[in-house]
């Protein structure tokens, strides 16, 4: 009997002695340093499996041995944690940091910038362009419903998330100004002055004039004068699809539209673009000015003016800087 046992108890021994080497063996796989040379970033889509991500993490040279990989996500219960997303990688890393990474969660953060004064049509078609985000975004949201601004969003999110992110942005940016809006304002809703910031946002692009083209237009409103703005003529010529490639002329300002100011008094039915916050707080907080009147003075910024004679004169020195002036609107509006 105890011949027997003798024996079976040495191949015991041996077969755990034999279990602990490879243990060890593979722990020291598992947590020395990777093949990694150079960050990389690494897309796990959603539904892979251990074994999908494991061969994702190979064919990037994140790890060199899928199979120790996957043990070691089984042996520490990591596998029904591992996360989808877009991963970035320091070089070097170990498996056991691979698998840490992947139950965090901590996903490569994109940025997404929206610059002001684009349509809507515009921003919708940016976003389409914009790699790691997925889906259309149905319907398309009101002009003027979405704020723009950097927004920071992760592979896989959808566009329609974003827009939301967008509108929910705007409206409460609003509403903080309404609340704090300057007194005796000639608007009656938050949505004018909305209306009046997509103006102010293309007229001009200087950050200190926002607020004295605020003025002028709520002057002029006051007054039951028409605004008589060119972006809201372009924005009637195009549809509110974007740009024109052409300069206006004296009878594009006769356009059958209810957003040409030249011929429709008050404020266009709804904004022309996507104001930022400059021109939100410049139309709610305007400059204090008796203006009534602005040109372009031929240097990217504008020359304001309170009298039509005075605007003139301003007019008359900006159109002998131009040439092919004769078919140019006739500058007795701002």
């Keep these: 009997m105890r011949r027997i046992a003798f024996p079976v108890l040495s191949l015991l021994l041996l077969v ?49 041995e ?30 056991r940091e691979v698998i840490v990474l992947l139950e965090s969660g901590q996903t490569v953060v994109r940025r997404l910038t929206v610059v002001e004064g684009l ?74 002055a909305v209306v009046l910031a997509s103006l102010v946002e293309k007229e001009t692009a200087r950050p200190e004039e926002r607020a004295r083209v605020a003025a002028v237009f709520l002057n002029r409103l006051r007054k039951g004068m028409r605004l008589q703005s060119d972006p809201t003529v372009v924005y009637a010529l195009t549809d509110g699809q974007g740009t024109l490639d052409r300069p206006l002329t004296r009878a594009d300002l006769k356009v059958d539209s209810p957003f040409n100011t030249y011929l429709n008094d008050g404020l266009p039915p709804a904004p022309i673009c996507n104001p930022g916050r400059a021109s939100l707080v410049a139309a709610l907080d305007p400059a204090a000015t008796d203006d009534l009147y602005f040109v372009a003075d031929g240097a990217g910024g504008h020359v304001f003016a309170r009298t039509l004679a005075e605007h003139n004169r301003n007019v008359a020195r900006w159109r002998a800087r131009q040439e092919g002036a004769p078919n140019a609107p006739d500058g007795t509006a701002p």
């Design 16 to 64: 755990a002695l034999a279990g602990a080497g490879a243990a060890v063996w593979g722990h020291a796989r598992f947590t020395r340093p990777g093949p990694l040379a150079v960050p990389a970033t690494v897309v796990i889509p959603k539904g892979l499996g251990l074994a999908g991500i494991a061969e994702r993490l190979r064919e990037a040279g994140v790890i060199a």
């Design 66 to 95: 899928p199979l120790v990989f996957r043990i070691g996500a089984r042996l520490t219960g990591a596998h029904r944690d591992l996360k989808a997303g877009e991963y970035a990688f320091s070089p070097a890393i170990s498996m």
């Design 119 to 192: 349509t809507t049509a515009q921003v919708i078609a940016h976003l389409q362009s914009v790699d790691g985000l997925e889906g259309t975004v149905s319907p398309v949201p009101a002009e003027g419903s979405l704020l723009p601004e950097t927004y920071h969003f992760s592979y896989g999110d959808s566009r329609e998330q974003v827009v939301a992110r967008m509108a929910r942005a705007m409206r409460d940016l609003v509403a903080d100004l309404w609340a704090a809006r300057a007194p005796d304002l000639p608007l009656a809703t938050p949505g004018e």
